[in-house]
């Protein structure tokens, strides 16, 4: 019964914001790092940003840098993604994933995503 639910998607205009959660059931997340992924219909899985277990480390791919920021409450056994000055390339399908480390490219859960469209 491990699961992750991602949340907070939605349509929002270039410049504008959306802040995504990833949420687990099941386990909790302090044993976890949780990375962000996401796809874009025709393109990839791309990974987005990744937070250890602890809080103490974050990396960010160099597209999301400066925009995007990842954090975590692991009393609420949530990760968050605040997305600000959104792009309409940001636009894809983004999932969450919870992993032994971050860049382990070990996989224990995936969430089933939530969709972020970036238009005017």
């Known amino acids: 019964q491990l699961q992750l639910v991602e949340s907070g998607g939605g349509l929002v205009q270039p410049g504008g914001s959306l802040r995504l959660s990833c949420a687990a059931s099941?386990?909790?997340?302090?044993?976890?790092?949780i990375g962000w992924f996401r796809q874009a219909p025709g393109k990839e899985r791309e990974g987005v940003s990744c937070?250890?277990?602890?809080?103490?480390?974050?990396n960010y791919a160099d597209s999301v840098k400066g925009r995007f920021t990842i954090s975590r409450d692991n009393a609420k056994n949530t990760v968050y993604l605040q997305m600000n000055s959104l792009k309409p390339e940001d636009s894809a399908v983004y999932y969450c994933?919870?992993?032994?480390?971050?860049?382990?490219?070990?996989?224990?859960?995936w969430g089933q995503g939530t969709q972020v469209t970036v238009s005017s």
């Open positions: 099941g386990f909790t997340l302090d044993y976890y790092a």
């Open positions: 994933a919870a992993e032994t480390w971050c860049g382990s490219m070990f996989y224990d859960a």
């Open positions: 937070i250890s277990d602890n809080g103490d480390s974050t």
